[in-house]
Nanobody
Framework: QGHFVESGGGWVQAGGSLTLSCAAA?????IGWYRQAPGKQRELVAG???????NYADSVKGRFTISRDNAKNTLYLQMNNLKPEDTAVYHC??????????WGKGTQVTVSS
């Protein structure tokens, strides 16, 4: 498997919730969740440092929560009150775009209205 292996995606109605998980091969200092919808650019939705400091895209503030378990090399994204515009393939990676690992398959999130 790749450096990051994402899981937990699925299909939900608007207003529903999902939790994504990302198993990592190492503990990187600053990692996060990206998403990309068909025909749109990849965007960063949330990031977290190894000490637990977080940041979020304006579009997901108050709805998504990023966390990490350093002992397990696992990254999480709790997504609440999902909207159709959240539909995308979600990937995890370092937040340093100069050092991105291979993107892999990601996990698909589909939100219907």
């Amino acid at each position: 498997q790749g450096h990051f292996v994402e899981s937990g995606g699925g299909w939900v109605q608007a207003g529903g919730s999902l939790t994504l998980s990302c198993a990592a091969a190492s503990r990187d200092t600053f990692i996060g969740w990206y998403r990309q919808a068909p025909g749109k650019q990849r965007e960063l939705v949330a990031g977290i440092t190894i000490t637990g400091s977080t940041n979020y895209a304006d579009s997901v503030k108050g709805r998504f929560t990023i966390s990490r378990d350093n002992a397990k090399n696992t990254l999480y994204l709790q997504m609440n009150n999902l909207k159709p515009e959240d539909t995308a393939v979600y990937h995890c990676n370092t937040l340093d775009f100069r050092k991105w690992y291979d993107w892999g398959k990601g996990t698909q999130v589909t939100v219907s209205s």
